[in-house]
């Protein structure tokens, strides 16, 4: 097993989760000619992953047959899976990872999670990085700010950057990272689910007009119509990733003995909007117009449609 290259564009990167994120920074680090491999669990269906296939081919991206063969060639590995996938992922790594590889986990897990990914990875010889992704990654591609936790950061970071990386570090011990990164979920994904609560329940009354005009007098920066629509389509589109990860956000919250009842809550929101979208509420998964609307309105209108008609249901 050769030893990782020391100049980053000569890095093998392995990425494991090949969803938006993982696209994304295949398409940032392609543009660069550096060598790209990816595994996702969806390469094994033949509807999912034939998209998947077809993403690779065009940009020159190597698909692996398990996350074992994509750690035993890779000098550099992103985990960017869903949240409850961060600690299993690092497992099957672990006995292919080569000495000294890079193990960059992006995924929204808890303190606890990465501490035990990193002893996985650790212990076998690679070097584990917690990632903590403080924004939406679209909007910015690979200069997502990102921070990074643990003993091998500040080894890292330099690295990261030279690929177009916005890294810096937070903290050499590990979970400092990823307790900004929940503690900031509460709010947001806390917002999300709440702004589709509020929005949907005034639709029903027919009070949406007033309790916009409400939102903006008490915050006068946020346009709320624009942002709405926003929170609507990233929770139809990402409802289940983001279930999972506050769920780890409600973790975090309980390992300091605190009840997360708001998280919880909100984990539930953003799981049942999933499930609606599942069942093709708001058009074909993966079609262009869908989760594109930009009124929140029509989709609200769905929601409660579908309200309406389960109450019919005898």
Same mark, same amino acid.
């Given at each position: ?23 994304? =920074? ?137 690929l177009g990386f916005a890294a810096t570090v937070a903290s ?13 979920s509460v709010m947001i994904k806390g917002l999300e689910a ?49 279930s999972e990860e506050v769920r780890e956000v409600a973790q ?51 929601? =409660? ?10």
């Amino acid at each position: 097993m050769s030893a990782p290259a020391t100049e980053p564009k000569q890095w093998n990167v392995g990425l494991i989760g090949y969803g938006e994120v993982g696209r994304i =920074l295949a398409e940032d680090l392609r543009k660069q000619e550096v060598n790209v491999a990816a595994y996702d669990i969806k390469l094994r269906s033949d509807q999912s992953g034939r998209a998947l296939r077809d993403h690779a081919r065009q940009h020159g991206v190597t698909l692996t047959a398990s996350h074992a063969n994509l750690a035993a060639q890779s000098d550099f590995i992103v985990s960017a899976v869903t949240a409850s996938q961060a600690v299993p992922v690092a497992k099957a790594c672990a006995d292919t990872v080569k000495k000294g590889a890079w193990y960059l986990d992006f995924n929204s897990a808890s303190p606890g999670a990465k501490q035990r990914a990193a002893g996985m990875i650790d212990a076998a010889g690679g070097r584990y990085v917690e990632g903590a992704v403080m924004t939406s990654v679209p909007p910015y591609r690979i200069k997502v700010p990102l921070l990074l936790g643990g003993s091998s950061a500040s080894a890292l970071a330099p690295l990261l950057n030279q690929l177009g990386f916005a890294a810096t570090v937070a903290s050499d011990k590990l979970g400092v990272a990823s307790a900004v990164k929940m503690c900031r979920s509460v709010m947001i994904k806390g917002l999300e689910a709440m702004v589709i609560e509020s929005f949907t329940t005034a639709r029903a009354y027919g009070v949406e007009d007033a309790v916009l005009a409400s939102l903006k007098e008490t915050f006068p920066g946020i346009d709320w119509e624009k942002q709405g629509a926003y929170f609507f389509q990233r929770v139809i589109e990402h409802g289940r990733r983001r279930s999972e990860e506050v769920r780890e956000v409600a973790q975090t919250v309980r390992e300091i003995g605190l009840e997360p009842w708001s998280s919880s809550g909100t984990a539930e929101r953003q799981a049942w909007i999933a499930d609606l979208a599942d069942e093709g509420l708001f058009g074909e998964r993966g079609s262009k117009g869908f989760a594109r609307s930009t009124d929140w309105r029509t989709e609200a209108d769905r929601i =409660l449609g579908a309200i309406e008609s389960k109450k019919r249901k005898p």
